[in-house]
């Protein structure tokens, strides 16, 4: 059972549009949410983060939101460039255990 | 960056033969993990370790072991490798404090092919 859930497999955006990519999440025991990019054939990076005492968290062009009582985050970009376009993996982690549950995934291409 | 290399980067094996996959850091950090990645499957936790000589098994851990003799080397090995092993292996660490504590930093991945 999918604890971490990216119902969207795909997402195409225009360069200079905004990007957002959506993470559900059933386990309310989830308390530190993460987002990765990963580009072909390199490991995934570390993006951005939030725990669950925020609602929010920005870095520069990169921000998450959180909705704690929808058990949904979402990652905005803006503006997307054509370098954002990777697969984008949304994590969540409980309380000190170090294990990360993953999604799926989301594709994301940015046109120019 | 964090301080990952995995070697091999690239191998193709043959059903049965035993395949080890190493994963090196020159960062200190305490826990090292090995994942797996597949079309559909997104990241699946393979084995992880907490320290030396203590790992525990992931989600998928049926056909691997692994072993940590010393802080900076977490080995995978594939004891009689299947073709649904084919996959691309992934390491990762974690640290004790600050921004390790709850990020993971990746290594650069193994593709392996068993045929």
């Known amino acids: 059972d999918q604890q971490v859930k990216q119902n969207s497999p795909s997402l195409s955006v225009q360069e200079g549009r905004i990007s957002i990519l959506n993470c559900d999440y059933t386990?309310?025991?989830?308390?530190?949410f993460l987002w990765y990019k990963k580009y072909p054939a390199e490991g995934p990076t570390f993006l951005i983060s939030?725990?669950?005492i925020k609602d929010k968290n920005e870095d520069g062009r990169f921000t998450v939101f959180l909705n704690k009582s929808a058990k949904h985050l979402s990652l905005h970009i803006v503006p997307s460039q054509p370098g954002d376009s990777a697969v984008y993996f949304c994590?969540?982690?409980?309380?000190?255990?170090?294990?990360?549950?993953w999604g799926l995934g989301t594709s994301l291409a940015v046109n120019p | 960056d964090a301080g990952i290399t995995q070697s091999p980067r690239h191998k193709v094996t043959e059903t049965g033969t035993p395949v080890t996959l190493r994963c090196h850091q020159t960062?200190?950090?305490?826990?090292m993990y090995w994942y797996r990645q597949d079309p559909g499957h997104g990241l699946r936790l393979i084995h992880y370790?907490?320290?030396?000589?203590?790992?525990d098994k992931g989600e998928v851990s049926d056909g691997y072991s692994v072993s940590r003799s010393k802080t900076e080397d977490f080995l995978l090995t594939l004891e009689s490798a299947t073709s649904s092993q084919t996959s691309v292996y992934f390491c990762?660490?974690?640290?004790?404090?600050?921004?390790?504590?709850?990020?993971?930093?990746f290594g650069p991945g193994t593709r392996l092919t068993v045929l």
């Open positions: 994590a969540a982690s409980v309380g000190n255990n170090r294990k990360l549950i």
């Open positions: 386990n309310s025991m989830f308390d530190y």
């Open positions: 939030i725990s669950s």
């Open positions: 960062e200190n950090h305490r826990y």
């Open positions: 370790s907490y320290g030396v000589k203590d790992t």
């Open positions: 990762a660490i974690s640290g004790e404090s600050g921004r390790s504590y709850n990020e993971q930093f």
